[in-house]
């Protein structure tokens, strides 16, 4: 009779719960890195943003006021389209642990229900003295640039 031994696979070192749900650290970027993240803007979702944030103008949740309006039509609010954004940021690039410090936003175009906002974030700068990263951050609907912009997040670095 004969016996095959096969090597057991190297353990790998035991991770708390809190690391593994860490995000990436700041050794771990480069310039150029992208991640996204894509929603379908639903009605339910822009009546919970309303009511979330208290943001009830009705060009967003009347659609005879929002008819007679340049959008002819309701659109979805602003920091709902941005907020995905932040998604990507907190979940992906860097994510977990990251903090955002700063966004500015150009709005471009509406978004309304239906519409699948994408939002891109690409590492543009990395300040490793002060924990920072800059990031381009874009939404878009199809090819259309629906919003622009720039953030500064605060990135951990690990433990020395």
Do not use: W
């Not at 650290?25 to 943003?49: C, N, P, Q, R």
């Not at 941005?82 to 903090?99: C, E, H, N, Y």
Request: aromatic share 4%; proline share 5%; hydrophobic share 45%.
């Amino acid at each position: 009779m004969t016996a095959t031994l096969r090597a057991a696979a190297p353990e790998q070192p035991r991770r708390s719960s809190l690391e593994e749900l860490h995000g990436l650290y700041l050794e771990d970027l480069k310039v150029g890195m992208t991640a996204l993240y894509a929603k379908t803007v639903t009605e339910a979702d822009i009546v919970m943003f309303a009511g979330i944030s208290g943001d009830i103008n009705p060009v967003h949740l009347n659609h005879e006021f929002a008819s007679e309006t340049m959008f002819e039509g309701r659109i979805a609010h602003g920091m709902l389209s941005a907020s995905f954004i932040s998604t990507v940021i907190g979940t992906k690039l860097p994510g977990p642990g990251a903090i955002y410090l700063s966004q500015n936003l150009k709005f471009k175009a509406p978004v309304r229900a239906g519409d699948t906002v994408q939002a891109r974030t690409t590492i543009t700068e990395i300040m490793p003295d002060k924990r920072r990263v800059a990031m381009r951050t874009v939404c878009t609907v199809a090819d259309k640039v629906v919003i622009e912009g720039d953030a500064l997040i605060m990135v951990p670095a690990r433990r020395q």
